[in-house]
Structures are given as structure tokens and as C-alpha cells.
């Protein structure tokens, strides 16, 4: 994000004497993509960031996929994952499930009751979708609160921890895209030096930063307490991700001031502008960031074509390059009759299958004119392969609703 922000005390001059109140230096640390070579921050610690007293395996969870073959458009029911009597134990670290993953991406989900432990992911940049509830997210950079709606992008290697509201009306549940690459708005969004342009759908205005600086004694903890933080880092072994757990001793809250283009940020997606037009808008309208080898696209209640003879829902397609996973997270689906599909649904319409609307829903759609649903996709360019999460889900009839006269109504994800 090359929008620079400033929070608490940073010295006049980068790479000077920075000095803490009790008169001792203060250690910078740069963080930054690329190398030296792209977007980074300073950060000023009041410990050396290198000081760990102790380093042991964590065992990440059942990572396994198996390849979607024979070949099957899907339908996996996330909501039947986690069982309300459970949730209490579960955190959004280390109780996230594998549904999808390749070698670019894994989408995984995780309803949470429990804070979690001290995390951050050395593979890449996590995007957090929280579909319902609240939580506090504490991180080096300063605090979030997020809710219904919110994405909340991670970069690489930010310590950080998620606290659920057990006040909230309904329990955290949280989509997550963890990338094995950086995630940013999409290229052609942005200005030649980074700032988001005027057709972009969303502007700096609408992404938050976080609230700092936040250090251990402010959340009533023991700054030189021993603490642990779960590292998740690139491996050899078939999913490529191993654990390791890093005893400081001290709190890793300690950063007094940071600055910089590299941060942890928050988008509520009812802050997305949608792009509508007189006949059908393609998918890219819709995107609202990118990885490696991915788009994340967000469909969001919208007022659709308006050609007198438009047909509003899309036309059949082939994705001959990607698989394309949409999660429902709002909307009326009660009218999409037979195929089973509703809030808390992922619909995987992999490469190598032309797929499109429900049976009867591209005539029915004629003369609708507006979409009130939500939903967020992943598009990926290689295959994705089906974790234990995806294929403890699948309603294993979804391929065949084609085949059927489902009677359904209009929708506009296809
Ligand atoms: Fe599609």
C-alpha cells in the first residue's frame, strides 16, 4: 500500500538515534516486500526484535488436498463445519480449516470463540473476510476493530492476534485467503505511484489503518513476560507450510512508533462502488484485490444492466484459465430453488467447464433490475485442490444441477 501513514513517535531523520523515554535507544527495524526493493515501514522497538530464548515445532493442522479429478464443479456448505458447542475452543489461528489450496493460495474457515495466540504467517499476505460477528485484532502496528463485512489485509510476518467479541450478536466466522505471495489492490486501479485512481471502484479514504501504537502494558500485560508467537513458514513438505513457535522474553507489543507504505489495513466491502452498465459487466469490474496467480472479486448489491434488451444475469462462460470460487455470504437465495445454494455456500466452477446460472434462471432474469446479494470470489490460475474442510463439505450433487429444471430464480454470480 503506498500510502504513508505515521503513528507515535519515529525519530526526524530515518536510521538516527531514536531515544525511549528512560533515556536507552530505541531499535529500528525495516520491514519490507521485494527485499529493499518495494513498500516497507520502520518500526522502532523498545527490544531487539532478533532476541528468541526458544524455537519448537507447531503442528499447523491437516494441510492434505487431493486433486479434483474426476473433474466436478462443487458446492461446499462452510457453515456445516463447526458445531455451536465447540466454537468456545476454536481460534481464528489456529481453528482455520482447509477447504481449497494450491500452490499460490489456500481459502480456509474458521468460526472462533477463543483469542488467539501471538501469530504471523512467514509465507505471505493473509486476507481475513469476516462474514459475521466482531473481534478486536491486535497487531505491532496498532489495533483493528473489525465486523460484518470487513476485509482485513495482513502482510507477511506482522505479529498480531485475534480476539472475538463475546459481546457480539453473532459468532466470528472468517474467510481466509492466505497467500504465498503479497496481496495489493489491482495494478491497473493504481496510479504509476501507487495511488488509486479515479475509476478505481474503491480510494485511500475507505481503507483504515490501524490504531496505535499499542504496547503490552496498554492491554494489561507484562512487557518482559516470556511470550510465545506461532510462525507459519515455508517448507519442503507436500502443502509447503510448516510451524514453529518463538518463546521472546519479553511481549512483542513494544514497537513506541512506526512509519511507512507497508501496514496492515481494513476495507468493509460496503464501501465498494460497484461498475454497473446497459448489458452484462465482466467479472474484472468486480475485483477488488490480487495475488500471485489470484484475484479476490467482491459481488455487491447493485443495480444491474439496463439495455432495453439486456439479459442481467451472465452469459454461460468457459474459465479456460482459472478455477472460480464464490463464497455467498448475503442475499436472498431463498429463490434459487433446487440447487441448494445460500449463505455460508462455496461454489467451485473449476477450468475445463463452461458453467453459468441455474436452469430457468438467464430467461427469468429478463427485466430484473436489481441484485440484492453479496458474495466473494477467488479466482486462481492454476487448480485448486480439495482440503479436508472442502470434502468434509461437499453436498456431492451440485455437478449435476444443470441437469435439472430447477425452477431457479435470477442470480448474478453464475
Ligand atoms: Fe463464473
Known amino acids: 500500500m503506498a500510502h504513508y501513514r505515521s503513528l507515535g513517535q519515529v525519530p526526524p531523520k530515518r536510521h538516527t538515534q531514536h531515544r525511549l523515554p528512560d533515556g536507552r535507544l530505541a531499535y529500528e527495524e525495516l520491514m ?7 513498500d516497507s515501514s520502520l ?3 523498545r527490544n531487539l ?3 528468541i530464548i526458544d524455537s519448537r515445532p507447531w503442528e499447523v493442522g491437516d494441510l492434505s488436498t487431493r486433486p479434483n479429478h474426476p473433474l466436478r ?3 461446499l456448505k462452510l457453515h456445516d463445519l463447526f458445531k455451536a458447542d465447540d466454537i468456545g475452543e476454536v481460534d481464528v489461528v489456529r481453528g482455520r480449516r482447509l477447504v481449497l489450496g494450491n500452490g499460490d493460495v ?3 474457515y474458521v468460526v472462533a470463540g477463543a483469542p488467539s495466540p501471538l501469530y504471523r504467517n512467514g509465507i505471505g499476505d493473509e486476507c481475513l473476510y469476516v462474514e459475521r460477528g466482531r473481534a478486536r485484532v491486535e497487531t505491532v502496528f496498532g489495533s483493528f476493530d473489525v465486523g460484518q463485512g470487513d476485509y482485513l489485509v495482513v502482510p507477511r510476518a506482522t505479529t498480531h492476534r485475534w480476539i472475538p467479541d463475546p459481546e457480539a450478536a453473532e459468532p466470528l466466522r472468517v474467510y481466509c485467503i492466505e497467500a504465498n505471495s503479497h496481496m495489493s489492490p489491482p495494478k491497473r486501479y493504481l496510479s504509476r505511484y501507487g495511488q488509486l485512481l479515479e475509476h478505481s471502484p474503491y480510494c485511500e479514504r475507505d481503507l483504515r489503518g490501524p490504531d496505535g501504537p499499542l504496547l503490552a502494558e496498554d492491554l494489561g500485560l507484562d512487557p518482559a513476560e516470556d511470550t510465545d508467537v506461532h510462525i507459519k513458514h515455508r517448507g519442503n513438505g507436500p502443502s509447503g507450510v510448516v510451524g514453529t513457535v518463538f518463546t521472546y522474553p519479553y511481549h512483542p507489543f513494544d514497537v513506541v512508533g512506526w512509519d511507512g507504505c507497508l501496514y496492515p489495513f481494513a476495507f468493509n466491502v460496503a464501501d465498494f462502488e460497484p461498475i454497473t452498465g446497459r ?3 465482466p467479472p474484472p469490474v468486480h475485483q477488488v484485490f490480487e495475488g500471485y496467480n489470484f484475484v479476490v472479486c467482491n459481488f455487491v448489491p447493485r443495480k444491474v444492466d439496463y439495455h432495453p434488451l439486456s439479459i442481467p444475469v451472465p452469459y454461460y462462460h468457459s474459465n479456460v484459465d482459472s478455477d472460480e470460487i464464490m463464497f455467498y455470504v448475503d442475499g436472498d437465495y431463498e429463490a434459487r430453488k433446487g440447487s441448494g445454494i445460500g449463505k455460508g455456500s462455496i461454489t467451485v466452477h473449476p477450468g475445463g467447464h463452461a458453467h453459468g446460472p441455474q436452469t430457468g434462471a438467464y430467461e427469468k432474469s429478463i427485466g430484473v433490475d436489481y441484485f440484492d ?4 470470489m477467488v479466482d486462481t490460475f492454476r487448480p485448486l485442490e480439495v482440503g479436508e474442510a472442502g470434502q468434509a463439505c461437499d453436498d456431492g450433487a451440485y455437478a449435476w444441477s444443470w441437469a435439472r429444471n430447477t ?6 454470480s453464475g
Request: net charge negative; hydrophobic share 35%.
Open 73 to 75: 464443479p462443487l458446492h
Open 43 to 45: 518500526l522502532y522497538h
Open 279 to 281: 448489458v452484462h459487466q
Open 373 to 376: 446479494e453479496l458474495a466473494v
Open 32 to 38: 519490507g516486500e521485494e527485499g529493499f526493493s518495494s
Open 49 to 51: 526484535p532478533s532476541r
Open 407 to 412: 425452477g431457479a430464480a435470477p442470480d448474478a
Open 106 to 108: 489456500r481459502l480456509s
